[in-house]
């Protein structure tokens, strides 16, 4: 029978925020006993924008941190950053040679990110969603948990799969899934409900991030933008901040969207912000306790990303070599 197996990713750009939380990381934390599970910290992906090599260091180990922090167990799980492995970059250009261009033109995500500026983007930033589907295809990964705006690399990469099975006529890449659950899967700014809370952001007051202390975070929600509706309502097109607050408190307390809006219908912003606020303090309070704790042990951390990557290596060098082979290459 064929293995059931997760892969997953987050950028080492920044403190992580309760959007990589609650989107991608706690449905780690859910699934990790239910499949064989790979978490990567995809620095090649980091690189796609200059990045500080020194921030880059110390970014890398904190998520190894924050990944441990939140609940993954590195005993049973694969914690590794991506750029140990060479079949991450080798994949990516063999996939690179059957993406067409009409696929990656797309991408919303490049979109954004280049903006205005897409001739003075770098090819790295345009390949991401190839890079990407090599991620996932040299594991053989059968799922992939991710938040709402990665579906569209996901769908691309199933695409790439399918191509490179056509080309080489078998059924070499079992197609993954993606795994989009719980009541947050897009979480958004909170000081716009129409724009994804990212580590990118200008302000911090859009994002929590999981190695605030409590005061911060009462603070940042009781600055997050409301609207001059009466009661707290669940209104994707007309009412995104308290939508977006609404999905939150859901994804945090475990409770449905009927549960949460029944619950506090009748309350001001001010009100629900203060309950939600302190069911997030109270949800991210150990997670921030163990998280400092862990940044404070590069030693632990370096050895804990040696050990993933060796597992994981182990897995890809497998895998790549028969890649290779299907290509042609001598190996
Ligand atoms: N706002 C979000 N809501 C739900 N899930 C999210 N994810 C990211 N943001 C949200 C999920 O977290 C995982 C890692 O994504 P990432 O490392 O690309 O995180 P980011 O915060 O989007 O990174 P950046 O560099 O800050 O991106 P931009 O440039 O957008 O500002 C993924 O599973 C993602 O879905």
């Not at 706690?26 to 500080?52: M, N, R």
């Not at 007051?205 to 190695?211: A, D, G, K, N, V």
């Not at 009927?258 to 303090?281: N, R, W």
């Amino acid at each position: 029978m064929m293995t059931s197996r997760v892969l997953s990713g987050v950028q080492p750009t920044g403190n992580l925020h309760l959007g990589n939380y609650l989107g991608a990381i706690k449905q780690w934390v859910d699934i990790q006993g239910s499949y064989e599970c790979l978490f990567c910290i995809v620095d090649l992906h980091a690189i796609t924008v200059p990045q500080d090599p020194k921030y880059l260091t110390e970014s890398t180990l904190d998520t190894a941190a924050a990944y441990i922090a939140c609940g993954i167990d590195p005993e049973t799980s694969v914690i590794f950053n991506q750029s140990r492995i060479a079949g991450h970059c080798e994949l990516a250009w063999i996939l690179g040679t059957m993406t067409p261009l009409g696929w990656l033109n797309r991408m919303t995500q490049f979109k954004e990110k280049a903006g205005k500026h897409k001739d003075q983007s770098g090819l790295g930033l345009y390949g991401y969603p190839v890079l990407m589907a090599a991620d996932i295809l040299l594991y053989h990964a059968t799922h992939v948990p991710v938040g709402e705006d990665q579906k569209q690399h996901l769908e691309l990469t199933r695409d790439i799969a399918g191509a490179f099975n056509r080309q080489y006529d078998r059924e070499y890449f079992t197609l993954p899934e993606p795994l989009i659950a719980g009541p947050a899967t897009r979480v958004m700014s909170l000081r716009d409900g129409t724009k994804k809370m990212s580590k990118s952001d200008e302000s911090e007051y859009s994002r929590i991030h999981l190695s605030d202390d409590s005061d911060t975070i009462a603070k940042k929600f009781k600055k997050a933008k409301s609207d001059m509706h009466e009661g707290i309502t669940h209104d994707p097109d007309n009412r995104p901040e308290a939508t977006n607050l609404i999905n939150i408190y859901a994804a945090i307390t475990g409770k449905t969207h009927e549960q949460v809006c029944q619950e506090v219908e009748s309350m001001g912003f001010s009100q629900f912000k203060t309950l939600l606020s302190d069911a997030v303090i109270e949800h991210l309070g150990p997670i921030t306790t163990t998280y400092r704790q862990l940044t404070d042990d590069k030693a632990y951390l370096q050895s804990l990303l040696d050990k993933g990557a060796e597992n994981a290596a182990a897995l890809a060098e497998k895998n790549i070599k028969q890649i290779k082979e299907i290509v042609g290459f001598v190996v």
